[in-house]
């Protein structure tokens, strides 16, 4: 882009302001985009110039028709169908963490009404949460058993938890092995 900058102030109330002329022909269009806060109390000024605001616009328009096809919706529904969608979603979690719960009682349930009782539970399932652990865990603490719950976390495969709870004797010998992260990461692709 070409042009001549003047750094001369127009008058008094204008001396942070720099003037840049721009010939005919030479400017398509030019996108105010918004402002910010700058250094010394300045404010910065956003903008596209140009070919830039076609492009931008382009990639704007390819979002949109890829939002309309992803929703099944006319673009200006887009926020409202968001919107929806993020509700139904908080609604099945709870819901998901709710059956997850009622799963983990179960759980429970059978390994106190098993006839001998068990000494040792293992227990690795990938869709256990750490709360489903938690409830295993508080529901047969004091109960003298030995429990080693695993679950992997679901967006990242190759993390999850292991919860150890037990005569204290058992505890400190599995720790002792604690070290053979092989072994541990075996049980969570498990």
């Known amino acids: 882009m070409a042009g001549r900058g003047n750094t001369q102030p127009h008058n008094k109330n204008t001396s942070n302001v720099k003037a840049v002329e721009i010939y005919e022909g030479q400017l398509q269009v030019i996108k105010l985009l918004g402002t910010e806060p700058g250094k010394k109390g300045k404010i910065n000024l956003k903008f596209l110039v140009g070919n830039r605001v076609r492009k931008t616009f382009q990639h704007m328009l390819d979002r949109e028709k890829a939002l309309t096809a992803l929703l099944k919706n006319e673009p200006n529904k887009h926020e409202e169908l968001v919107l929806k969608i993020q509700k139904n979603l908080k ?43 938690r409830v295993i865990c508080k529901a047969l603490e004091g109960d003298g058993m030995f429990l080693f719950l695993a679950s992997s976390e679901p967006d990242k495969p190759k993390e999850g938890q292991i919860l150890i709870q037990g005569p204290e004797e058992h505890c400190n010998k599995l720790g002792q092995h604690e070290k053979d992260q092989d072994k541990f990461q075996r049980i969570l692709e498990l």
């Open 91 to 133: 609604t099945a979690n709870k819901s998901l963490q709710n059956v997850l719960t009622e799963l983990a009682q179960f759980e429970v349930d059978r390994i106190k009404n098993s006839q001998p009782k068990p000494r040792y539970i293992f227990m690795c399932k990938k869709e256990a949460t750490p709360d489903f652990n």
